[in-house]
Every structure is written in C-alpha cells, then in structure tokens.
C-alpha cells in the first residue's frame, strides 16, 4: 500500500520495524535511516527476505536539508520519528518542505530544558493543514494508546468523562542495580522534573516524586506509584469532553529511587554542561554514556507491564467507571521481535499509528494528537499487532 520512512533505529524503532514487516500489504517497502547506519544495516539483515522490501541510510535528523534529500530520493507516504523528542521540528519542517506525512511518539523538547509541552508542534497546524498532510503527534503506548483508550471510552462508555487516571506500571525485572527501560537521558529528564496534573482547567505543580499512591495491578499485583508531569495530560485536558480532573502514575521500585536521589545529589542528573578536562560536557549525557545500553536490557529482563486508564463519568445521567489497560509480557516481547515490554509497547503504536495514515482510515490535514482520531480501527489493530487490551467496569480507584 505505501512506504514509510524511518528515522532511527534505537529500541522502539526495532519493534516497529519488525512490526511494518509483519504487516507487509501496507508496508510495502521501508527505508530505515539514522545518525549510525550500521545499526539500520544489522536490522535489515535480521528481517530482509520477507515481503517488505527494505533499505537503509544514513541520515543527521538535526539537519534539515539532508533529511529533505534523503525523502526526496525515498519518496515514503509517511515518516515515522523514531529518534529523540529534540528531533521533532526538524523532522516535521523536512515533511512540510516535502509534503509528506509525520508520525512521532515523543513530543518536541528544547535540549537545554526539560520541558515537555506540546506548543512548539502545535504552532505547525496551519502550515501542515494548507500543505495538505498529517502530523499524528504520539503514537506511542503514554502518549499514545493512552489517547486512543481515551478516544475509546469518549465514543462508545460515556456522555461525558469527568475523571481520567492513567497507570503505567513497570514490574519487569532485568537483574541490574540501575538502569532505564528506555533512552536513559530522556527517562532522567522526565522522572526528575516536577510533577503535575490538571485540576479544573489548571495545572497543579508538585515537587518530583511528592504524591505517592499503592495500586494493585491487574496481573502484577500491589505497587508504589508516583504522580509524574506527562504531556498527554495536556492534549487529552483540551480534546476529551468534561473532564475535571487528569493525573499520571508510574511505578517505581525503591531501589530505583534511591540510586536517582544519590545521583541526583551528586549532581550526574544535571543538564546543565560543566568543564572537565577542557571539555564542556553535560553530566547527564555522561551517566548515559554508563549506564546500560536499554536495548541490552532485553533477554534480560522478566515479568510483565501493565498500562492503562481509568475513567469516571457519567453514561446516561448515571455514574459510571470504567478502566482500559493492556498487560504485555518482557519474556514474550523478547521471544517475538528481540526487545522487552517498554520498546514493544512504544513501536507496536507506532507502526499502527503510521498504518492508520497509509492506508487511509485516518486522514486529517493539520497536526493533531491522537485522541482526535476515531479509535476504532486503531483499537481492533491492538488486538491483532501483540497488545490485547482487556477491560474492566469495577475497577479499585486511585485516592
Ligand atoms: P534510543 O536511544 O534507543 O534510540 C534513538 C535512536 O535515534 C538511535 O538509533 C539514535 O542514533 C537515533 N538518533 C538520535 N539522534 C539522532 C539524530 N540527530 N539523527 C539521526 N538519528 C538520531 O531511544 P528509544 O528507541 O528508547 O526511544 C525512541 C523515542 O521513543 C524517543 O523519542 C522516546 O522519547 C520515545 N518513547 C516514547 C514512549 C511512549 O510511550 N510514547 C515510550 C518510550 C520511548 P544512534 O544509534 O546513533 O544513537
């Protein structure tokens, strides 16, 4: 049906890429394209030989011209952003420039502060809707299907949803003292900067990690979970009807949390760049440099997440509560595609989100979150790409 282009080839663009391979009638061809190509060219010769048609480039995501060339000798339907947040308004301008569909799962973030907001994409609507081509901002599992089960509940459960918490809960267990499921420098950034949530129109700020709540988890059982800023929390306050009140939560075990406090007052987890032997170099980048490779973290690793939303609302002038979430196993996602649960949640959405432009069922000039789309055939491709979703109307609340 069409081509994709693919911008990096860390852990959650290997999962989509084995994905669009599963899925080769949209998929018909891919070109996988990042700042280091040999890791494009080692995933290539893991999947070449099935019906996409695969190939490979090297590409500087910052520069601008170089990503226009690099889509105008491809010519992709659509480019999937697979790299880091910083890379998103490069990418998007390389898309206008050419007028090509964007897909991303992570939005813009300057380098220099960490602040997740969704204004700088925003501003791109007008340009993308007179270019005549789609933005779909997060299609990754938070953002992500979070925005879809949002869209979901909005279309088919409730009138109106007044309350909406979403649980990310991560129990795998990959043997190491420290280390991040995902880019460390982003999970730094993000599980080290305030918390917040949205109260009757306004952002409530909290200091990092201050709001603490015990869940138990569907298949996983009772874990600590902590209120975090997350930038869903933005777009779903605008898009989803009634809503008073929205909180993200995500667990952490102790000793996670300890070893980031002791970085943390060590001063590794700063952004700030320092002089070290003549060099500027920004502790933060430097921890990164240390710490596990996230994609190595994959045959090691046991045990299951589970991430969803609960809602509250009203159906028919009647209370009603209600809770989406999907459960997803490390081992399995390894035994699959080669990476764990927290890659395979993010590229699974990604290859769908993607999929949805290519073929046609979602096609809205602008740029738009992805709870502005109908859910339903997102929903179904869930359940048919490696992430069933369950659901439950007795839910325990969060307090
Ligand atoms: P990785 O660090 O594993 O991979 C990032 C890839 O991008 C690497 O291949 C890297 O290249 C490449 N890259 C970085 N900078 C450039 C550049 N300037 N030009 C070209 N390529 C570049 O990250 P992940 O796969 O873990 O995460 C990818 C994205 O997914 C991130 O934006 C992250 O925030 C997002 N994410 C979203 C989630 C969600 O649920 N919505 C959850 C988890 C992640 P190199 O190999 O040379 O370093």
């Known amino acids: 049906m069409g081509k994709a282009l693919i911008i990096g080839a860390g852990g959650v663009a290997s999962v989509c890429i084995h994905k669009c391979c599963q899925n080769p009638d949209v998929f018909e061809e ?31 995501a910052d520069n601008v011209d170089e990503l226009i060339a690099l889509i105008n000798e491809f010519k992709p339907d659509v480019v999937i952003n697979l790299a880091l947040p910083y890379q998103d308004l ?90 991040t499921n995902f880019n460390p420098e982003i999970n730094i950034r993000e599980v080290s900067a305030k918390g917040s949530y949205i109260e009757d129109g306004k952002w409530i700020e909290t200091e990092p990690m201050e709001i603490k709540r015990v869940y138990n988890f569907p ?13 869903e929390l933005e777009s779903l306050a605008l898009n989803i009807k009634g809503i008073k009140r929205i909180r993200f939560f995500m667990t952490f075990g102790q000793s996670y949390l300890t070893h980031l406090k002791c970085l943390e007052n060590v001063g590794m987890t700063s952004i700030e760049p320092i002089d070290f032997e003549g060099h500027k170099i ?58 764990q649960a927290v890659s395979y949640t993010t590229g699974v959405p990604a290859m769908i989100g993607a ?29 048919k790409f490696g992430l069933p979703w369950k659901e439950s109307y007795n839910p325990d609340l969060v307090e």
């Not at 298949?219 to 930038?231: A, S, V």
Request: glycine share 8%; hydrophobic share 35%; proline share 5%.
């Open 90 to 179: 490069t990418i998007m301008d390389a898309c206008l420039a050419t007028k090509v569909n964007y897909v991303d799962t992570a939005n813009y973030e300057p380098l220099d502060t960490a602040k997740f907001e969704y204004k700088w994409q925003w501003a791109y609507r007008e340009r993308f809707e007179k270019a005549g081509i789609t933005a779909l901002l997060g299609s990754g599992f938070d953002p992500g299907v979070t925005g879809v089960f949002s869209a979901y509940a909005m279309k088919h459960e409730f009138d109106e949803i007044n309350y909406i918490d979403i649980l990310d809960c991560n129990a795998g267990d990959h043997g190491y003292p420290f280390a």
């Open 355 to 383: 999929a949805m432009l290519l073929t046609g069922k979602w096609n809205k000039p602008g740029v738009h979150n992805i709870e502005e789309f109908d859910p339903d055939p997102f929903m179904e491709d869930l359940n």
């Open 282 to 339: 920004v502790p933060l980048q430097f921890l990164k440099a240390v710490l596990p490779d996230p994609a190595s973290l994959g045959p090691r690793t046991k045990g299951k997440t589970n991430i969803g939303c609960i809602f509250i609302g009203k159906k028919d002038g009647k209370d009603k509560t209600y809770y989406l979430y999907n459960v997803c196993d490390h081992e399995e996602c390894y035994k699959e595609v080669g990476s």
């Open 219 to 231: 298949e996983i059982g009772e874990k600590d979970m902590y209120l975090l800023h997350h930038e």
């Open 30 to 60: 891919i070109c996988i394209a990042s700042r280091t190509k040999s890791k494009c060219d080692a995933l290539k010769a893991k999947l070449d030989g099935g019906k996409t048609k695969i190939s490979t480039a090297q590409v500087n």
